[in-house]
């Protein structure tokens, strides 16, 4: 038997990327190729990568600078090392990237990553493989289901992809060129995920979709489902616990999902909403198609249906055109809403978006003050919202061992770590913690006293915070 290869996929930017490397090592695994930590020993490198900022699409030129010397005490040591570029960078760069970098031998984008397989045959004869096609083909369709030792490897918490591309084009925003129109995949196909996924131990379900909440794919009645419909079939799957869903846009908040939150307990009360800036003017050349009303009246339809709710956002500080005046409303949104976290990011121009070619650019220095400001002020916010668990009791889903021996490490329904001493066997349990104190932005705590179900009770536990 020929001794198994080894590859290493290291993933930059969002949650997909993070499903679509397993996705990848779920394809490759079916070759012979089993996961290393580190990329010098390995026989395939994959980096995936992410396109949204400048900084992120730069890391890839410099890795393949360091991966070029890995290749070469690689081909020393007559051992042939093979170096491939996925994810967005690669959709959008892909012939540039084979230009510039000689070492890479395969680009592929990430609609056609399934491909990889026969792309690397392809790498073997000598010839450089490049596919940032937008297939015709689903990839799901051939892409292999993980296996179950794979599965329970990946601990507790699992991604599922359920839409993926963005039809929004808002003007800063590569999505909708590197992840290509809007696309729901069907119910049947995402219970059949989620199921497998709780079969093998998972008991936190995250759908995920770049447009999450436009999702409209085909239900078992044949007919187009909205998200909410989605999260209320996917929450009567037993044992699964929680249930997330990532990233939305205001503008897709309908019923449904205001339903699901109202009615699913295991759908936890915090949503990522991004509004990116508080001024309708930016907001406007953003083409982002709501104002700060809509957005503060979308907050108010999800806090009217479940009070305990918490968001998140994402922002940019400095859009083309951006005044004082108007970041000034940004922090007056923020406070309005008195967020549980966010990003905040500075504006960076992308090539062959609309708003790279707008004129009225904002200062380094400018920019550099609003961050931090804005920062800031997420900071203290967050800060207040998690000082705010210290004499409650919160419900904590176990996750994995700390760094500190005895300790034990989970999640609040808002995504706060807490850590408390208790034995691994409370690993996938959600359990009631009383909240001791924050170190940082983590929590420490005890088991609440009443705490302590049997394995058999525990694994029925349909329900969250
Ligand atoms: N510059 C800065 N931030 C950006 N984002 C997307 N595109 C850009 C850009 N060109 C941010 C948005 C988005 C998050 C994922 O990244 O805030 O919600
Ligand atoms: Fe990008 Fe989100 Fe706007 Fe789509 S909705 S274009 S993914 S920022």
Redesign the pocket.
């Known amino acids: 038997m020929k001794p198994p290869r080894k590859l290493h996929i290291k993933s930059y930017g969002?949650q997909m990327n993070v499903y679509d490397a397993q996705r990848m090592v779920d394809t490759l695994s079916g070759e012979g190729f089993v996961e290393t930590a580190s990329a010098d020993d390995a026989d395939l490198v994959i980096l995936n990568t992410c396109h949204?900022?400048?900084k992120a699409s730069e890391k890839v030129y410099s890795e393949l600078g360091r991966l070029r010397a890995a290749k070469e005490d690689a081909a020393r040591s007559g051992r042939e090392m093979r170096i491939a570029v996925a994810g967005c960078v690669a959709q959008a760069e892909g012939e540039e990237i084979i230009r510039r970098a000689p070492v890479v031998d395969v680009v592929v984008g990430p609609q056609s990553y399934h491909h990889l397989p026969d792309l690397l045959r392809r790498a073997e004869t000598g010839a450089r493989a490049i596919e940032t096609e937008f297939p015709a083909e689903d990839k799901f369709a051939f892409l292999p289901q993980p296996r179950p030792d794979a599965i329970r490897a990946r601990g507790i918490s699992a991604f599922v992809t359920v839409q993926e591309g963005c039809d929004k084009f808002?003007t800063?925003?590569?999505?909708p060129y590197t992840r290509g129109a809007e696309v729901s995949r069907p119910v049947a196909k995402i219970v059949d995920d989620v199921k497998r996924l709780a079969d093998n131990g998972v008991r936190e379900i995250t759908l995920i979709g770049q447009n999450v909440n436009a999702y409209h794919g085909e239900g078992t009645d044949g007919r187009s489902w909205p998200l909410g419909k989605l999260l209320h079939r996917i929450a009567e799957i037993p044992g699964v616990a929680r249930l997330r869903y990532s990233?939305s846009h205001p503008n897709d908040v309908e019923e449904s999902l205001i339903a699901a939150h109202r009615d699913l307990p295991a759908l936890m009360p915090f949503v990522h909403l991004?509004v990116?800036s508080g001024s309708d003017r930016i907001l406007a050349a953003m083409n982002r198609k709501h104002t700060v009303r809509d957005y503060r009246k979308v907050i108010d339809r999800f806090r009217a249906a479940r009070q305990d709710i918490a968001f998140s956002s994402?922002?940019?500080v400095g859009?083309p055109g951006e005044t004082r005046e108007d970041f000034s409303a940004t922090l007056a949104l923020a406070t309005q809403i008195g967020y549980a976290a966010a990003?905040?990011?500075?504006?960076?121009?992308?090539p062959g978006?609309p708003?790279?070619e707008m004129r009225e650019t904002v200062s380094a220095a400018d920019m550099d003050e609003r961050l931090e400001r804005l920062q800031g002020l997420i900071d203290s916010q967050q800060s207040a919202f998690n000082k705010a668990a210290i004499g409650n009791t919160v419900d904590v889903l176990f996750e994995r061992a700390a760094r500190n021996p005895g300790q034990i490490v989970g999640r609040t329904a808002y995504l706060q770590p807490a850590h408390v001493m208790a034995s691994a066997d409370i690993i996938g349990q959600v359990l009631p913690v009383r909240i001791d104190s924050l170190e940082r932005y983590s929590l420490l705590g005890e088991l609440a006293p009443s705490a302590h179900p049997t394995p058999a009770e525990s694994s029925q536990t349909t329900t969250g915070a």
């Open positions: 969002c949204i900022r400048e808002c800063f925003c590569v999505v990233t991004p990116q994402d922002f940019i859009f990003y905040s990011f500075k504006y960076s121009p992308r978006t708003a790279a």
